[in-house]
Structures are given as structure tokens and as C-alpha cells.
């Protein structure tokens, strides 16, 4: 086994429940294992990312976007020879708390609960509480009872407020430390996917053509190289040469970009990572520029097309009313979720269910409620 850095996560410092080490894998490994067991996993399969599920076979899900954030995540692990492991842990329970409809769904719950005086819906905290107590699969305990350091990556952000209930995960909002390396890295993996994975299905959707795309720097030069080795390449598969030419690319500067900051800024243990002023996982300053510019792109091109818009606004009307119908009468809730009401609260459990549901099981519970013909 090659021995890792100091500054790599090797071994965990704990799980709320105690148990023994797993006798063939690491902890990290084990934790991994149980996320992807987990139905909250499953139910990413019928998730969307951008598009809804049934629109077409082949677009992006959140379960196909948390798999390829976690080859990512592996990949430059590996070449950084950090704890390859935990980094895949992370990736695949980042989006365990996403609701249907993608972001949109989430924004439309966050109003919600907002209006009620809830406190909001944020999905990586939402995350956070499926792994630490809506998950049941387990005689001894509530949830997965991840490692900390699993945990610890699958909050990327919370509130000051919301961190000092959360006991040692919440510590570093509350201190302003920084993360592990393996958690930095979780966080940026799921930020290059999607830019480029999204790239991949609005030019397979025709919502974005390679013209529109000349606009944005990064993509215009790599255009030019691809065409200028392969003058004849058309339609699909330059498209398709394309993305994986920005991902090289971005992934590369990634490397090399921390790789530079570990020295700049003497890394040499965990201790160091977490008192440092910036997060060492991180991009150099002209492609953090053209990521910011990309970002601006697909927001006016792509994430404000009438088409996604549509989405948008069916979303938010299925969420809202959806909402709206459970907290006005909890014994519309599944029996499972009525008897968890006196503990938690009607409007936490509202929540919990919606932001569990599927497109599709949103699409049939929001029928059932407010369409006749499927009485």
C-alpha cells in the first residue's frame, strides 16, 4: 500500500454510534458501501439534474451525475494521492437530499418552508439528515452512522445558526476552518461535472449549439485545437470530443493548481489544511475565471432557455401545492410519515417526504391530489 501524505485523511476519528472496524475494508470503504444500499441512492435514479427523467433516455439523472462526480473525485484523488476512498464516499452522497425537479424544486421548497417560518430547505443539510437519521436500515442506530469525515464532506455549507446544532460537523462553520482535502475536492468534482456534463446535455438537447458555446473563451480555444488536429470531425462526436476536452483541461489545472498550493502554503498535515487561509483544492486564477464565466454562460443560455423555464414553473407549482395540501392536512401524509409528526414536527416531516419524492412519484401524488381523472 503506498503510504499517504500527512495531509491526506487516513484514518477516522469516530462515528456518533460506535462499532467495531470492519474486518475486510477500511471505514471509508464501509461507508461508501452503505450509501450506495441506501434507498435514498436509489431514488436519485428518477432525480432530475436538468432534464426530467422521462424527457429522454439518455440525459443526466442525479444518480448518473453523482457517479461521474465520483470518477472525478477518484481520478484526481489518485494523482494527488489523497484517500481515494473517502473522496468517493463523499461524491456519492452529496445529492442524497436533493429534491425532484432539480434545483428548482429545491428553491421552490425553500420558499416553503420559508413562508411557514421553518427555517428554510437546504439539500446539503437535508443530506446530512438522511445519513445521520432518516435512513433505516440498521438494528443500532438512526440513519448510516457515517464517519465523521464523510459527514463532515457532505456539508459543504450551513448557517452559524444551523451549525451549532449539529455538534462536531457544524465546528468548522462556527471556527472558520477549512475541510479536508478530500472534502475540497468532493465540493469542486461536483462543480466541474455539471458545468460540463450540462454542456453535454443542452447540446444533445438543442438547447445549446457549438456557435453559442464559441462565445466562452475556454471553449472557443479548445474548439480550435480539436478542429485544427480533426478538420473533418461533425456533429456529435465533436461535440462529444469536445467536453472531454474541457474536462482534460479543467481537471489538469486542478491538479497542478493544488499540487502548487500544497507547497505554497507548507501542507504538511490535516492540521495544516484546516488552519489555512483559502482551500487548497482549488483552480489557478485564470481558469477559476473562465469556470465563473462558463457558469454566466449556461445561466443565460441554458438554465434561462423557455424550455428548462417551463420546467421551472410546472416544478414549482407541483411543489408548492403539494406543500400546501400535506401541512393543511397531515392525514393526506403516508401513515409512516403521520407517526413521525409529534417527534419532529409537521412541517419538517412535509418536507422530509417531498424532498424524498422522485419526478415521478411528484408527478403522481401531485395527480391523485388535484386531477380528477385520477381519482
Same mark, same amino acid.
Given at each position: 500500500?503506498?503510504n ?17 472496524l ?11 458501501d ?15 439534474q436538468?432534464?426530467?427523467n ?5 440525459f443526466?439523472t ?28 463523499i ?5 442524497l ?12 421548497l ?33 440513519? @448510516? +452512522?457515517? %464517519?465523521?469525515?464523510?459527514? #463532515?464532506?457532505? !456539508?459543504?455549507?450551513? *448557517?452559524?445558526?444551523? =451549525? ?5 460537523v457544524?465546528?468548522?462553520? @462556527? +471556527?472558520? %476552518?477549512?475541510?479536508?482535502? #478530500?472534502?475540497? !475536492?468532493?465540493n469542486? *468534482?461536483?462543480?466541474? =461535472? ?61 491538479i ?35 469556470q ?11 438554465y ?20 400546501n ?14 407517526c ?28 391523485r ?7
Amino acid at each position: 500500500m503506498i503510504n499517504k501524505p500527512n495531509y491526506a485523511v487516513t484514518v477516522s476519528i469516530g462515528r456518533q454510534v460506535f462499532e467495531e472496524l470492519p474486518k475486510y475494508r477500511t471505514d471509508f470503504q464501509r461507508d461508501r458501501d452503505r450509501i450506495i444500499h441506501s434507498s435514498a441512492f436509489r431514488r436519485l435514479e428518477y432525480k432530475t439534474q436538468v432534464f426530467i427523467n422521462h424527457e429522454g433516455d439518455l440525459f443526466r439523472t442525479r444518480l448518473t451525475h453523482s457517479l461521474e462526480v465520483a470518477q472525478i473525485g477518484r481520478s484526481v484523488a489518485n494523482a494527488l494521492n489523497l484517500n481515494v476512498d473517502l473522496v468517493e464516499a463523499i461524491c456519492l452522497a452529496h445529492d442524497l437530499g436533493h429534491t425532484p425537479f432539480g434545483h428548482v424544486g429545491q428553491d421552490a421548497l425553500n420558499s416553503c418552508m420559508l413562508n411557514v417560518g421553518a427555517g428554510g430547505f437546504e439539500h446539503n443539510l437535508q443530506s446530512l439528515r438522511i445519513v445521520d437519521t432518516l435512513e433505516e436500515r440498521y438494528a443500532l442506530f438512526d440513519g @448510516l +452512522n457515517l %464517519t465523521f469525515e464523510t459527514r #463532515e464532506g457532505i !456539508l459543504k455549507h450551513c *448557517s452559524k445558526k444551523n =451549525a451549532k446544532t449539529l455538534g462536531l460537523v457544524g465546528e468548522r462553520f @462556527l +471556527n472558520n %476552518t477549512k475541510p479536508s482535502l #478530500e472534502a475540497q !475536492l468532493a465540493n469542486i *468534482s461536483d462543480e466541474l =461535472a455539471y458545468n460540463y456534463h450540462d454542456i453535454d446535455d443542452g447540446l444533445r438537447a438543442g438547447l445549446l449549439t457549438i456557435e453559442q458555446l464559441c462565445e466562452v473563451e475556454i471553449i472557443n480555444n479548445e474548439l480550435k485545437y480539436i478542429l485544427a488536429k480533426y478538420p473533418h470531425l461533425k456533429s456529435r462526436r465533436l461535440h462529444k470530443e469536445l467536453v472531454r476536452h474541457l474536462i482534460n483541461k479543467t481537471i489538469y489545472d486542478l491538479i497542478e493548481n493544488t499540487q502548487n498550493n500544497i507547497h505554497k502554503y507548507g501542507i504538511e498535515s490535516i492540521a495544516d489544511v484546516r488552519q489555512s487561509p483559502v482551500n487548497i483544492v482549488s483552480y489557478s486564477d485564470d481558469m477559476y475565471k473562465e469556470q465563473r464565466t462558463l457558469k454566466k454562460f449556461l445561466m443565460k443560455n441554458m438554465y434561462k432557455h423557455h424550455t428548462v423555464m417551463q420546467l421551472r414553473f410546472k416544478a414549482t407549482n407541483i411543489i408548492t401545492q403539494l406543500f400546501n395540501a400535506y401541512v393543511t392536512d397531515e392525514f393526506l401524509l403516508p401513515k409512516q410519515f403521520q407517526c413521525r409528526v409529534a417527534h419532529d414536527g409537521l412541517y419538517q416531516v412535509v418536507c422530509d417526504y417531498i424532498s424524498g419524492m422522485t419526478d415521478r412519484y411528484a408527478f403522481r401524488q401531485y395527480n391523485r391530489l388535484f386531477v380528477a381523472e385520477s381519482v
